[in-house]
């Protein structure tokens, strides 16, 4: 009797199972999945089998019917391997150990399985999984029932020697040159608390292509000086990003030792190594916008006016992805009234927003543009609770439900994902259906979720526009986008691409460094600001107190003794153009919006008065967040960034910190303006520096401040006049202009100047030759 006869029962059970029959690299050719390329093609597997059983009674004999036929086995797994295809190695690894089990009667199996050309940059990538008869049914054996595939402690998904260039070690020429590293990865599914999963199903918790799209991205971008930090940070991203249960990474360094093939580190880590580390970081960063931890300040007027947003409860414990939409009435209003709406009661707290974008209508095209956003919400809802929610607030703006589909409505607001989950009944449909061939979708939630991944088609947010605006490309060449990101100004939507803005200076004070006493009084102020319109500012922005280096501060009266007289008489004569008000007090901000004010520009970025953020918040108007250190008596002396001296670096750094305390306050991220401080903090080298490098913060993909319009303000600084030997700052202008220029070349949105008439023409010719 041969092997291929035996019944289960005719298996030598007794006896234990110590011996191992193997089949090493069994090469066959199939379409699992896609190759490299994310193509479906057929590529080469390569098969491990190790079957354990006891070969005593075949040793003992040397009689063929005790043994298990090696040929039989390769060939019966060859077979079944090359017949069929299938979407994932895990469905082919399970399904190759059942038919081993059922015919070739193998007690116990381990099944490897490579794919030499799943990926680029790997050797290979692919799925180890050990089973024995007991894991299946007789049904699920015979292939009367279907199987689906389930995962064990001991299975894992592996990515075998990934090539990547960094920056890593402690040497100074370590820190200089990118050098190869060689990462192993072993994912364990088999810890996941999830249910049994369809037959041929990837997770997109256990797709290895995704997952090393993710480390790749991250450690391409990274520059560690020790192993040991490096390994941690693949792992604590694999779990946190891509939300594997337990992996284990090894980093080996081939360059690191002269004389030895490699040095690294393994280490093995799970989501209960990170979780208290994790819990601690979360309470202080949702913290950090609550109004009653700010001392002194509960029991003031103002307080009782702000929003109070503290930490945000455990139990909204989904995240949700939302996009709004309107393009009746006032757009940008609808929107905020929107998310405004979405927090009342205790079950929604908005946590992030994108930007905005002024797009053209898509499927109904006789209608006006809409105003598109994103938003990131936390929740307690469940699907249908929240539709039910978002249906209630539309109704309540005023959306006609009976109207034609895709037609013009006061606010639109679809759900795109809820968590990573897949759903689908006749009223909802997660993740969002048409998401994936929508730019004024992808464009605003790319900025707040380019990393997070659609959890049917495995492709970061990102990638998905990517393969959008290539589609475009293709189907029109050379086509402009007609997509504009946008921001609120007065009632009005200002496209940032379609010109730099001018700031124009009004100080009505005393002792401001080039004209302080100029317009010390309401009518003399409220007559340059139209003077300054006249010559073609964009903005006023009314300061009353100067900032300059070593100047005295003045009190909240004075300064809105100063300020607020000249919003309101301006405002009385019908004067209609955006106003900023330039002050880094919370109070002074307030009154001055009150009055008529549509902007404000804190040169502290909300560090002289954490109040700042509740105000701006409050008035949803937009705000410019300044990088300074110290205040005007001591900034001149904080100019040391390090033995770099690398200012725009640290620039980037703390303008991300006072941005994200601004979001997490509830200011819009379509509200916020960077500035990166000339002459505050710095230098005349350092402002220099700035301008020079001004395109690695407003341009590089890699800076915390990309996509933020930037405001630059190099007007008659101390920097220029020493540079022109021009110790007069009112016959600077010149030396502005070229400061002007650079700006514009370097990304600016908006310049901030003293000599409106002369500096409009400098930006017409900047603007004609870097903008369009």
């Known amino acids: 009797m041969s092997a291929a006869e035996h019944t289960k029962e005719d298996t030598v059970v007794d006896l234990p199972m110590t011996d191992k029959i193997c089949i090493k690299d069994l090469s066959v050719r199939n379409i699992i999945g896609v190759d490299a390329w994310e193509r479906s093609k057929r590529q080469p597997i ?33 077979a079944h391997s090359e017949k069929s295809e299938f979407r994932s190695v895990e469905a082919l690894a399970d399904s190759i150990a059942r038919v081993v089990i059922s015919k070739c009667h ?10 030499p050309r799943a990926l680029l940059h790997a050797a290979s990538a692919g799925v180890e999984i050990t089973r024995s008869r007991s ?13 689906p595939v389930r995962f064990n402690q001991h299975d894992i998904i592996f990515v075998k020697d990934l090539k990547l260039s960094c920056i890593i070690g402690v040497n100074p020429w370590e820190r200089e040159e990118e050098q190869l590293v060689v990462l192993n990865l072993q994912i364990y599914p088999g810890m996941d608390d999830t249910p049994d999963r369809r037959a041929d199903y990837v997770s997109s918790t256990h797709n290895y292509r995704t997952i090393v799209r993710t480390i790749t991205k991250y450690i391409e971008a990274s520059s560690y000086k020790t192993v040991e930090a490096f390994v941690t940070s693949v792992a604590r991203i694999a779990i946190e990003k891509c939300h594997v249960s337990k992996i284990t990474v090894k980093m080996e360094k081939p360059s690191a030792i002269v004389f030895a093939g490699s040095a690294g580190v393994e280490i093995t880590r799970d989501r209960a190594f990170f979780a208290s580390a994790a819990a601690a970081n979360k309470t202080h960063t949702r913290g950090v916008s609550s109004i009653s931890t700010i001392p002194g300040f509960g029991n003031t007027p103002l307080a009782s006016t702000l929003p109070k947003r503290g930490p945000i409860p455990e139990q909204l414990s989904h995240e949700v992805y939302l996009a709004l939409g309107s393009n009746l009435g006032d757009s940008a209003a609808n929107l905020t009234n929107a998310l405004k709406m979405l927090e009342q009661g205790d079950h929604v707290r908005v946590v992030d927003t994108s930007f905005l974008y002024e797009t053209p209508p898509m499927y109904v095209t006789d209608q006006p543009p809409f105003l598109n956003a994103a938003c990131k919400i936390r929740t307690d809802l469940t699907p249908l609770e929240l539709l039910k929610k978002i249906k209630d607030i539309e109704a309540e703006m005023g959306r006609d439900f009976n109207t034609i589909r895709n037609g013009p409505r006061p606010i639109d607001i679809d759900i795109l994902l809820y968590d990573s989950i897949e759903y689908k009944d006749d009223v909802l449909t997660i993740p969002h259906i048409a998401m994936q061939e929508r730019e004024f979708v992808l464009r605003p939630l790319c900025d707040i979720a380019k990393d997070v991944e659609h959890p049917k088609l495995y492709r970061h ?49 005393p002792d401001s460094f080039s004209d302080g006493g100029d317009y010390s009084t309401a009518e003399a102020a409220a007559l340059r600001a139209q003077q300054l319109i006249d010559d073609g500012a964009d903005i006023i922005d009314i300061g009353g107190m100067s900032t300059r280096p070593n100047s ?38 307030d009154k001055a919006i009150e009055a008529g004010a549509d902007l404000i520009n804190d040169v502290s970025a909300g560090k002289r008065d954490p109040a700042m953020y509740g105000v701006m918040a409050k008035w949803n108007v937009p705000v410019c967040l300044m990088h300074m250190r110290g205040d005007s008596k001591t900034m001149m002396s904080q100019t040391d960034y390090g033995a770099k001296n690398d200012v725009v670096g640290e620039i980037g750094r703390d303008l991300s910190k006072s941005i994200q305390r601004a979001i997490a306050a509830g200011v819009h991220r379509w509200n916020i303006i960077p500035d990166p401080g000339i002459g505050f ?16 913060l407003t341009q590089s993909e890699t800076s915390p401040l990309v996509g933020y319009p930037c405001l630059v303000g190099p007007s008659r600084k101390a920097f220029i006049g020493q540079l022109t030997q021009q110790p007069d700052a009112t016959k600077r202008a010149w030396g502005t202009a070229a400061a002007c220029t650079a700006s514009v070349a370097g990304g600016a949105g908006i310049v901030r100047v003293h000599d409106v008439k002369e500096i409009r023409d400098v930006i017409k010719v900047a603007d004609a030759i870097w903008r369009v």
């Open 461 to 509: 947010i990102s990638q998905l526009l990517s393969q959008l605006l290539l589609k475009q490309e293709e189907a029109s060449p050379g086509s402009d986008s007609n997509i504009h990101k946008s921001f609120p100004l007065r009632r009005k939507i200002v496209h940032w691409d379609a010109k730099t803005l001018i700031m124009g200076i009004l100080n009505t004070t």
């Open 552 to 589: 005295e501060e003045i009190s909240e009266e004075e300064e809105i003794r100063r300020v607020v007289p000249v919003i309101q008489l301006l405002r009385a004569r019908g004067f209609e153009a955006p106003i900023s008000v330039d002050t880094f007090r919370a109070v002074v901000a």
């Open 106 to 115: 193998a007690p116990k199996i381990t099944v490897r399985i490579d794919k």
């Open 46 to 78: 390569i098969i491990n089998l190790v079957v354990y059983t006891s070969v005593s009674q075949a040793g003992d004999t040397d009689h063929l019917p005790y043994s298990i036929h090696y040929g039989v086995l390769c060939k019966t797994v060859e």
């Open 135 to 147: 894991d299946y049914t007789e049904g699920e054996l015979t292939g009367t029932v279907p199987c």
């Open 681 to 696: 903090a710095k230098d005349s080298e350092q402002s220099l520096q700035v301008l020079r490098r001004l395109p690695e």
